[in-house]
């Protein structure tokens, strides 16, 4: 068989309909799973709309909170009276928000090279 012959065979229309055929068919198989696994999906029987609603939830249950991450800063003062006054306002000031039902938790971490010194959760719209 000649080049000629070899090349006329190669790209001739009936392989490259069937190449062109089988992209289609693999190509149509996967949509196909696709759109069935995406139609197969239900919907959570223990989600229940009104909690969602009463508590703020969105369309999936889920709440946002904002976290706050407290952190030493350079300004540091040594007299006492008023450290302890910061610290009595620092105090109400997260009694007043945990009343409110403002701040869900607060408290202090412990020592880190990051200077992180408390965490405050905060269940409020930002």
Do not use: C, W
């Not at 709440?63 to 009595?88: A, C, R």
């Not at 971490?109 to 905060?122: D, M, P, T």
């Amino acid at each position: 068989m000649n080049k000629t012959l070899k090349h006329m065979e190669a790209s001739s229309p009936l392989k490259n309909n069937k190449f062109i055929l089988m992209k289609t068919i693999i190509l149509l198989t996967l949509i196909s799973l696709f759109a069935l696994k995406a139609s197969s999906q239900t919907d959570n029987p223990k989600y229940n709309k009104a909690l969602a609603d009463s508590l703020g939830g969105d369309d999936y249950g889920m709440k946002p909170y904002v976290l706050v991450i407290l952190k030493t800063g350079e300004n540091k003062t040594e007299n006492k009276v008023t450290i302890d006054s910061l610290f009595n306002g620092h105090m109400a000031n997260i009694n007043r928000l945990a009343a409110e039902g403002k701040l869900i938790i607060a408290g202090p971490l412990k020592k880190n090279e990051k200077s992180y010194r408390g965490i405050f959760i905060f269940n409020v719209k930002t």
